[in-house]
Nanobody
């Protein structure tokens, strides 16, 4: 079992930046595909970004060019750098891990373990 702990959420003004972190347990973190998802009030959880073991990445169209996912295998941590934040980015952000597949995936069903979530609120 892999445990995930997110941090870095908070309140920021429109146009501001935040960096989310997700620390993972497990000795084989470098082999995992990691993902970020988010869920706004009254909406379904949606894909944000993903990165696999060779740092291939994919992004939702709504965040492309503003968000960057990265990983530090020495620290068992994945990051989500969020720039030019908009009110519509307000959501609970979840980190997730796929321990079985090497390919990136935008589908939440592909991921095996999830963090508890961290709130991001963008005020206008």
């Amino acid at each position: 079992q892999v445990q995930l702990v997110e941090s870095g959420g908070g309140l920021v003004q429109t146009g501001g930046s935040l960096r989310l972190s997700c620390a993972a347990s497990g000795r084989t973190f470098s082999t995992y595909t990691m993902g970020w998802f988010r869920q706004a009030p009254g909406k379904e959880r949606e894909f944000v970004a993903t990165i696999n073991r060779i740092s291939m990445t994919a992004y939702a169209d709504s965040v492309k060019g503003r968000f960057t996912i990265s990983r530090d295998n020495a620290k068992n941590t994945v990051y989500l750098q969020m720039n030019s934040l908009k009110a519509e980015d307000t959501a609970v952000y979840y980190c997730a891990v796929d321990v079985h597949r090497a390919l990136i995936s935008t589908r939440s069903e592909s991921y095996d373990y999830w963090g508890q979530g961290t709130q991001v609120t963008v005020s206008s």
